[in-house]
Structure formats: structure tokens, C-alpha cells
């Protein structure tokens, strides 16, 4: 499709989106020396790689509704993880989708694989359509996603990873249940390079490849106990590629420090439309001039807490709106899918933890963190209270992100917390009895259960 602009004639371009669940950068072309990713590596080898880019949130749910909307999600009362239904908020009034965007731009919007958006969504483009009602030569924006490498994992047992020879952050017991957990995640990371490989041959294989965008990306960061729902590096941390098929083709590497937010206003800078002034993003592919990002993290389904981060290129700085909060508190969804949050609790029981291991155990957390990201690269020695007047400059940059952003709303599903909560905890009895257990089980006997599924 061909339209005029300014007098010339400029082609439309096309946009794909290839969207992986719960993945750090743990891909052959970041440097993984055990996981074999090489249609992932061959993306990254025609385009642009992106060292150091960050999700806006640890959790899919918030950080979904903010780069859909290039608007950071507690912006629009989104940061909320997995809000009932009934309890969903529209977007405020004008702000709408990228989808939205282009369909309503012309483009055909083919929309596949999961939503789980934190707001009401009232639009007409995020559907899956049939690529036969694609007009001839109309432009698209293609959403394809996967559930690799969201738990549960699928092992790969023609490509399998050694467990033996993983390396375990020193946050984890070095322990066979959490080797063999580590394992079947990388293996199934290769489970999702098979899968981009599939994508790419049929974009190749139908020719529609010509003048389009490629973007590989995780919604945020890998699926383990100190990772998933936390503002670490593990938790927001994720590989983005992208990758031009034309003319403008750009290749190399970027080490500034981009997030997700990015992602609206970049894919509309390249199709030549014009960027809402709502949108809090910048173009990745222009000068980027950007010191620090910014994250969040408030309820997570039944586990109830508030922090919020601010990451530089040499720190991370995390404030704890309720540090009489545990890291370690009830959480009905990784208690039944985390076999690494059980031996935690067994071994803490047992004092059989080190003292990188026992931090994270502890009985609340502190208001502050301020991390040295490139000497301590897992975020483990907190020099909060040595830097008061750095915590300091951290806090009012914060502060006035907070209030330049509009973040103050209250969790939505406040009316019918007690309801909701104890839903979560229903299922996870649920899981219990469905695995043979009592309602109330022992950690101890969690952890066997755990080792059962294991293979252990």
C-alpha cells in the first residue's frame, strides 16, 4: 500500500510482533553458553540487538497493559495483576491501543495468543482474524505470541541442558530441584526458538517479509522465585530485537537503557504516523537520551504489596511502600508452580540457607535498596543505608515521576479483596488435594511432591 505524504509517495510498513512469556535474556546471542537459540540469534544477526531493555513491570498483566498502549501502567490504573473482570477500568478517555491505532489507520490488525490486559478493554481491533481478510497489498501489524517459557515448562529432550552445568545465582540453593527447574526452563526457551523459527519461515514462505518490522521481545523477566512479580534485574530484564526488512535495514547493538513503553511510539515513528503526546516512550531506534527507567510493582494476584524502581545504568533503586511486607509472603500462584519457593521455605526452616539465600527470607523489607548493578549483578548487597543522600536523589526523582505520571490510584479490586484472595487460596488447596495432599499440607511434603514431578 501506497500513500502520500508531504507531497511524496511513501510505502506503508508492515509490523510484526513476535511476543515470548516470562524471559530474560537468556538467548545464544546475549551470551548464554548452554541454550541453543539459533533462529533467535539469526533475528538478532539481521537486525538490532537491545542490551539493556526493561520491562515497565515484573508481571505480564501490567506490563502487557503498558507497552500495548506505549503508557506506563500505573498511569491508567493498570498495575494491578490480574484484576477481576468486573473490577476492570476502561482507559481513560483518548488513550487507546497500538492495535487500535493502526486499524483504524487502514492497517489489518491480526491479533493472536493472550490478551490478559489490566483495563476493560472496549476497542475493535485485538482480534484473531483470518489472514485471507487481508486485503491485497494492505498493511499489517501482526501479533504473535506463545506461551514458552511461562510455567508449566516443556522439556526438550532432543536438545536437553545439563543441569550440572547450569550457573546458579547466588540468591538460590544450589540444590538438584532447583538445577533440574533451571534446566527445563532453558530447555524450553529452545522450545520457543523453534517456535520463532516456525514464525519467521511462514512470514518468509508468504512473502511478507518485504518492508517489515520484526520485534522479538519477553513481557518481562524469567519465570523463577526472585525473578517473575519483582523489580530485580531478573524480574524486569528482557531480550528485545528488532529487526527492519527493507531498504533501512540497521544492524548492531544498543546499550542504552530502553523499556517497553518504548515499543508504541517507536513502531509508529517507523510507519510514519504521528506519536500521541499521551504516550510516555521514545523512539529506540532515534539518539536515545535517557538516564534511567522506571518500574513497578503493586498487588500480584493475592500476594499484596507496593514497590517501585527507578534503574540506571549503575544502579537499581527501589523504594518499599510497605516494608512490613516479606518478599517471601503467601503466594498462591508460586506456591504451586515455583518447586524453588518450597525448598526455600525448607531449608530457611531448617537454617540450611547462606546468608545471600537468607536475605530474601526476611520477616519484612526495608523502606530502601539501592543496588551497584555492575559489581553486584544479582542485586544482593543493599547499600541503602551507607548512600543516604544518593537514596535521597533517588526518592524525589521518584516522587516526581509519581506525580507527573498520576500514580495514585487505588487497586481496583479493593470492593472484593476478601473475595478475590480467597479464591486464590481455594485454588491452591485445590492443587493440593487434585496432587494428593492434604488442604494443609507441610513444606516438607510440598517439597516431596515436588521432587515426584521432577523426576527426582
Not at 168 to 197: F, N, S
Amino acid at each position: 500500500m501506497v500513500v502520500v505524504c508531504n507531497g511524496k509517495s511513501v510505502e506503508k510498513t508492515n509490523i510484526v510482533w513476535l511476543i515470548a512469556e516470562d524471559l530474560s535474556p537468556d538467548l545464544g546471542c546475549y551470551g548464554h553458553p548452554l541454550v541453543k537459540t539459533p533462529n533467535i540469534d539469526n533475528l538478532a544477526d539481521q537486525g538490532i540487538r537491545f542490551e539493556n531493555a526493561f520491562a515497565s513491570c515484573p508481571v505480564c498483566s501490567p506490563s502487557r497493559s503498558a507497552f500495548f498502549t506505549g503508557v506506563y501502567q500505573t498511569t491508567i490504573a493498570s498495575d494491578y495483576h490480574d484484576t477481576m473482570e468486573k473490577n476492570k477500568l476502561p482507559l481513560p478517555e483518548g488513550i487507546k491501543t497500538l492495535p487500535d491505532i493502526f486499524y483504524e489507520a487502514g492497517y489489518f490488525v491480526d491479533y493472536h495468543g493472550k490478551t490478559h490486559f489490566n483495563f476493560k478493554y472496549e476497542g475493535d481491533a485485538i482480534k484473531d482474524r483470518d489472514w485471507e481478510e487481508r486485503k491485497e497489498q494492505q498493511p499489517f501489524f501482526l501479533v504473535l505470541q506463545t506461551h514458552h517459557t511461562h510455567r508449566p515448562f516443556t522439556r526438550d529432550t532432543l536438545r536437553p541442558v545439563d543441569p550440572a552445568k547450569i550457573e546458579i545465582p547466588p540468591c538460590y540453593p544450589d540444590h538438584e530441584i532447583t538445577r533440574r527447574d533451571w534446566a527445563d526452563y532453558m530447555e524450553d526457551v529452545q522450545h520457543l526458538d523453534d517456535w520463532v523459527g516456525e514464525q519467521m519461515k511462514w512470514l518468509e514462505s508468504n512473502g511478507l517479509l518485504d518492508n517489515t518490522i520484526v520485534v522479538f521481545f519477553g513481557d518481562h523477566g524469567r519465570p523463577h522465585v526472585r525473578g517473575k512479580q519483582f523489580p530485580y534485574d531478573e524480574g524486569l530484564k528482557v531480550p528485545l530485537i528488532i529487526v527492519r526488512f527493507n531498504k533501512n535495514q540497521q544492524k548492531g547493538v544498543v546499550k542504552e537503557l530502553v523499556s517497553l513503553v518504548d515499543l508504541a511510539p517507536t513502531m509508529l515513528e517507523l510507519a510514519g504516523m504521528e506519536v500521541p503526546g499521551y504516550m510516555h516512550g521514545l523512539n529506540v531506534l532515534s539518539e536515545i537520551d535517557r538516564e534511567h527507567i522506571f518500574a513497578s510493582r503493586s498487588r500480584m494476584g493475592d500476594a499484596i504489596d507496593k514497590m517501585r524502581a527507578i534503574r540506571t545504568d549503575d544502579y537499581l533503586f527501589i523504594k518499599n511502600f510497605m516494608p512490613e511486607v516479606p518478599w517471601m509472603q503467601l503466594s498462591s500462584y508460586k506456591k504451586r508452580s515455583y518447586p524453588v519457593y518450597t525448598l526455600l521455605e525448607v531449608l530457611h526452616e531448617k537454617d540450611l540457607l547462606t546468608e545471600e539465600q537468607t536475605y530474601f527470607m526476611a520477616a519484612r523489607k526495608p523502606e530502601f535498596e539501592l543496588y551497584a548493578v555492575k559489581q553486584d549483578p544479582f542485586q544482593l548487597n543493599n547499600l541503602a543505608d551507607t548512600n543516604p543522600e544518593l537514596v535521597a536523589d533517588f526518592d524525589k526523582m521518584l516522587k516526581t515521576w509519581q506525580a507527573e505520571t498520576n500514580d495514585h490510584f487505588e487497586d481496583p479490586d479493593q470492593p472484593d479483596l476478601e473475595e478475590m484472595i480467597a479464591g486464590k487460596r481455594a485454588g491452591l488447596r485445590k492443587w493440593y488435594k487434585d496432587n494428593g495432599l492434604s488442604g494443609n499440607p507441610s513444606n516438607e511434603e510440598v517439597l516431596d511432591l515436588w521432587k515426584k514431578k521432577l523426576g527426582l
